[in-house]
């Protein structure tokens, strides 16, 4: 089966630039997971999806930052303009009914973002 | 509030040698949830196990096994037999209800340098 897909792998992009990073989540899977992992940070939840619906948008860093998930089988994070300071990895993770709490996640391979 | 603490920012050994990997957490639900990911070189994150806070077995698969002890709030894992693959990151993370609206999302430790030599 195949695992949570993540296109692209690695994005460069210029200071001011638009970027979207995109996830198909495991199949079945209902809830759905955007971190950013950096070295001063480490892992952080950006927002949490349960069935399609946003449920917990607090992590995500200001206005520039937005994620959708239009049906199931995908969602987006743009980062519309992006800075220097967006530099890291992405992570999307998926879950199989991850509100009743006895389900693991599973991680994509990430996307690491580069800002110049 | 929910933490997790990996205390162990790195951790160096010889192959063949065990390795006990810390993890301390803080909640004050009664029922919750532990994990441990593994993350290697190539970036990608690996659950390895789950545990509830109702199950204080410990829990054996192959080399690694995993204490759970809930008088201490810890989670440690134990890597027996070290080998240079098990070069990694080791994440512990935390989840625990939120009221009405189901769990909360992971809460992640630090994580754990593991360098294997050979």
């Known amino acids: 089966d195949a695992g949570v897909i993540q296109s692209p792998r690695h994005e460069v992009t210029e200071m001011g630039q638009e970027v979207t990073l995109r996830c198909k989540p495991i199949s079945g899977h209902n809830s759905l997971f955007w971190y950013r992992q950096t070295m001063m940070r480490g892992l952080e939840l950006l927002i949490y999806?349960?069935?399609?619906?946003?449920?917990?948008d607090s992590g995500m860093p200001e206005d520039r930052f937005s994620a959708k998930m239009p049906n199931a089988s995908f969602s987006t994070l743009k980062i519309q303009p992006s800075e220097p300071r967006d530099s890291a990895v992405y992570f999307c993770?998926?879950?199989?009914?991850?509100?009743?709490?006895?389900?693991?996640?599973?991680f994509g391979p990430g996307t690491r973002l580069t800002v110049l | 509030a929910q933490k997790v603490t990996q205390a162990q920012t790195e951790i160096s050994v010889v192959e063949k040698e065990d390795v006990t990997l810390d993890c301390v957490y803080e909640t004050r639900d009664t029922t919750y949830y532990l994990f441990w990911y593994k993350q290697p070189p190539s970036g990608e994150l690996v659950f390895l196990i789950r545990r509830n806070s109702f199950d204080e077995q410990n829990e054996i698969s192959g080399r690694y096994s995993w204490n759970f002890q809930k008088s201490t709030s810890s989670f440690n894992f134990t890597i027996t037999a070290s080998q240079v693959v098990d070069s990694a990151v080791y994440f512990c993370?935390?989840?625990?209800?939120?009221?009405?609206?189901?769990?909360?999302?992971?809460?992640f430790g630090k994580g754990t340098m593991l360098l294997v030599s050979p």
């Open positions: 993770a998926s879950s199989l009914y991850w509100d009743r709490g006895h389900n693991e996640q599973f």
């Open positions: 993370a935390l989840s625990a209800p939120r009221g009405n609206s189901g769990y909360s999302t992971l809460t």
């Open positions: 999806f349960n069935n399609n619906v946003p449920i917990d």
